[in-house]
């Protein structure tokens, strides 16, 4: 459907200004400075270790890397606690240890309230990419609200 909205949260890793790119977890994202619609922020202030969200009109798992083309918006993102958070990314723990795991670079806390689309916290293991619907918590974890286990990576 070529209404539909995808959005990545994350830090911004690799980031060339020279080639217009940079990393969200194993996701690559291409923009095109002058196109790409910045919001609290400028296209100069884009660096590293900065917590963005990048809304694209293509889906993130089906393109690799995101193309400039379907980049609609880059925002820097505030993170409060109680905040709602979307992220989407790569398991980099052993799965689910103690009710959290690891996504790129977030801990993410599930409970007995977490939905699960599919399955269950045994989809989540290293190497899974999955979408997270959650809750910043004062500690800067994520508690999970959904999750959805959208395929795996070679890590």
Same mark, same amino acid.
């Given at each position: 459907?070529?209404?539909?909205?995808?959005?990545?949260?994350?830090?911004? @890793?690799?980031?060339?200004?020279?080639?217009?790119?940079?990393?969200?977890?194993?996701? /690559?994202?291409?923009?095109?400075?002058? !196109?790409?619609?910045? =919001?609290?922020?400028?296209? @100069?202030?884009? #660096?590293?270790?900065?917590?963005?969200?990048?809304?694209?009109?293509?889906?993130?798992?089906?393109?690799?890397?995101?193309?400039?083309?379907?980049?609609?918006?880059?925002?820097?993102?505030?993170?409060? @606690?109680?905040?709602?958070?979307?992220?989407?990314?790569? !398991?980099?723990? +052993?799965?689910?240890? +103690?009710?959290?795991?690891?996504? =790129?670079?977030?801990?993410? +806390?599930?409970?007995?309230?977490?939905?699960?689309?599919?399955?269950?916290?045994?989809?989540?293991?290293?190497? /899974?990419?999955?979408?997270?619907?959650?809750?910043?918590?004062? +500690?800067?974890?994520?508690? @999970?609200?959904?999750?959805?286990?959208?395929?795996?990576? #070679?890590?």
């Amino acid at each position: 459907n070529g209404d539909e909205i995808y959005i990545i949260n994350g830090l911004v @890793a690799y980031l060339s200004t020279f080639k217009f790119n940079f990393d969200i977890g194993q996701q /690559a994202i291409n923009y095109y400075p002058g !196109v790409t619609s910045f =919001t609290g922020l400028t296209v @100069a202030e884009l #660096q590293n270790d900065l917590f963005v969200k990048v809304v694209a009109s293509q889906a993130a798992q089906l393109i690799d890397p995101l193309n400039a083309d379907s980049i609609t918006k880059i925002d820097q993102t505030v993170e409060t @606690a109680g905040a709602e958070i979307d992220l989407y990314g790569i !398991v980099t723990s +052993d799965g689910v240890i +103690d009710n959290e795991f690891t996504l =790129t670079d977030r801990t993410i +806390d599930i409970n007995a309230d977490t939905l699960f689309t599919q399955g269950n916290s045994d989809l989540i293991v290293l190497g /899974a990419k999955v979408a997270v619907e959650g809750i910043v918590q004062a +500690d800067g974890k994520v508690l @999970a609200i959904k999750i959805a286990v959208i395929g795996t990576s #070679q890590i």
